[in-house]
T-cell receptor, first 115, second 116 residues
Framework: NAGVTQTPKFRVLKTGQSMTLLCAQD?????MYWYRQDPGMGLRLIHY???????AKGEVPDGYNVSRLKKQNFLLGLESAAPSQTSVYFC??????????????FGPGTRLTVL | AQSVTQLDSHVSVSEGTPVLLRCNYS??????LFWYVQHPNKGLQLLLK??????LVKGINGFEAEFKKSETSFHLTKPSAHMSDAAEYFC??????????????FGKGTKLSVKP
């Protein structure tokens, strides 16, 4: 059971380049999330998905797009990278329950630098 | 609306002494509360969670937290710090029922240093 995995682990981009971050989970979770972590800011939600084919905006969605074509995968895209998107990106997943008492499981993170 | 305030950005203790990491929350709904730990260059690991069953919650590695509704607090404690506890700790809130699809609201984190 790998849990939540993220690809790649590290990436350096030039301003204006595009890339896609891949998140995969093998726990059959309905909900998936993308966060960014910046020093002194905690984690902030970029986009999330409550099921295959559905996505929604979080707190800081500008400059990012997402897709959830398969239940186990959640992709985060940067169409035209900017230095302000230099960050560590975390993916997470969670089972859908009637309450929100169940925790999210996090991937190991992707460290992205935009020059 | 929900929010979380971690009252200390950095806490330093000596090995073997108690740890106290403070967290206050605000929530329109009956909240669900979590503490996550992040060791350097690692992902986030759940330490413990409050789910309304008991106000004193025990977690992994000897940590525990007490939910105090009257004080809107969820402070994290450990009786005796170990060198391996050095990490960043995040207090997290989400509505317990409905709303926000269970989206987590993170505090800004408290970095715990442990001196030998």
């Amino acid at each position: 059971n790998a849990g939540v995995t993220q690809t790649p682990k590290f990436r350096v981009l030039k301003t204006g380049q595009s890339m896609t971050l891949l998140c995969a989970q093998d726990m059959n979770h309905e909900y998936m999330y993308w966060y960014r972590q910046d020093p002194g800011m905690g984690l902030r939600l970029i986009h999330y998905s409550v099921g295959e084919g559905t996505t929604a905006k979080g707190e800081v969605p500008d400059g990012y797009n997402v897709s959830r074509l398969k239940k186990q995968n959640f992709l985060l895209g940067l169409e035209s990278a900017a230095p302000s998107q230099t960050s560590v990106y975390f993916c997470a997943s969670r089972r859908k329950l009637a309450t929100n008492y169940n925790e999210q499981f996090f991937g190991p993170g992707t460290r992205l630098t935009v020059l | 609306a929900q929010s979380v305030t971690q009252l200390d950005s950095h806490v330093s203790v000596s090995e073997g002494t108690p740890v106290l990491l403070r967290c206050n929350y605000s929530s329109s709904y009956s909240p669900s509360l979590f503490w996550y730990v992040q060791h350097p260059n690692k992902g986030l690991q759940l330490l413990l969670k409050y789910t309304s069953a008991a106000t004193l919650v025990k977690g992994i590695n000897g940590f525990e937290a007490e939910f105090k509704k009257s004080e809107t607090s969820f402070h994290l404690t450990k009786p005796s710090a170990h060198m391996s506890d050095a990490a960043e700790y995040f207090c997290v809130v989400t509505p317990g029922y409905g709303g926000s699809q269970g989206n987590l609201i993170f505090g800004k984190g408290t970095k715990l240093s442990v001196k030998p």
